[in-house]
């Protein structure tokens, strides 16, 4: 499954997606964005996938929109359309059951910064740059914004939101930007190997499980707890749960359904 902007294979459940535009370090144009939309939505339909790994082709994750577009638009209506076309695949993450990884290197800037903060896990190679330096060509990281507030501190978020300034990868992990740094060049075998723990587990569970958490998480406490007992009893009543079960029960693997 090829787009002209992204590539995708599957291999033992799990897709790997890549940016492929690395003559202008990924940045987003309106055809990456509908192409990298495009491109979760179908593995999120493909039962055999079971965990999604982000990366970008060439010397960068992504550094952002492509900001020769920015001419094509004359009213604040349009660049809203714009905009909202570059932001759906971060509300697409967050809405699908299928677990996302984000494999970043060189630099994940701006709107690159916002995929790796919407994806559920990130992955980071060492030397890695992350900043949301939209501010030092007059604009501000607005929807990157949405996902990095719940990824980090407000104050490490407004940081990096104000200044526009680049942290490396050390400490986007010491802030909870990122969930590991690896070496230079090992950054997607590690996000695939992080993968690998997921997709040996109940499909089931763990596709009913993300969408509640996203879910818990917009919700008061008391509603968050009373949504989640719900949750739990629909994780109950699967197949996967009675197999898992009796699996653990007799000593063997589970075989899952799903």
């Not at 309106?30 to 970008?56: H, K, Y």
């Not at 596709?207 to 009373?226: H, I, T």
Request: glycine share 8%; hydrophobic share 45%; proline share 4%.
């Amino acid at each position: 499954m090829t787009a002209a902007t992204v590539s995708v294979e599957i291999d033992d459940h799990v897709g790997v997606l890549r940016l492929e535009r690395p003559d202008s370090m990924n940045t987003f144009t309106t055809e990456l964005a509908t192409d990298l939309d495009e491109a979760l939505s179908t593995l999120e339909d493909d039962d055999d996938v079971r965990a999604i790994v982000v990366s970008g082709a060439g010397e960068a994750f992504s550094t952002g929109i492509d900001v020769s577009e920015h001419g094509e638009h004359d009213s604040e209506a349009a660049y809203e359309r714009w905009v909202a076309r570059m932001e759906e695949p971060f509300t697409t993450i967050a809405e699908m059951g299928t677990p996302v990884i984000a494999a970043a290197h060189g630099y994940a800037v701006a709107n690159g910064l916002g995929l790796v903060a919407a994806a559920d896990l990130a992955v980071a190679a060492e030397g890695t740059q992350f900043g949301a330096t939209a501010p030092k060509v007059g604009l501000f990281c607005m929807g990157p914004a949405v996902p990095l507030m719940r990824s980090v501190t407000e104050k490490r978020c407004l940081e990096l939101l104000l200044t526009g300034e680049l942290v490396d990868a050390d400490t986007a992990l010491e802030w909870g930007l990122v969930n590991r740094v690896v070496p230079e060049g090992e950054h997607v075998d590690a996000a695939i190997e992080l993968a690998h723990t997921i997709t040996d587990k109940s499909p089931a569970a763990i596709q009913l499980g993300k969408r509640a958490y996203y879910e818990m998480a917009d919700r008061p406490y008391g509603e968050a707890l009373e949504y989640s007992n719900a949750q739990f009893a629909a994780v109950c009543a699967t197949s996967d749960a009675a197999e898992g079960i009796d699996a653990f029960l007799s000593g063997r693997e589970p075989e899952w359904e799903s």
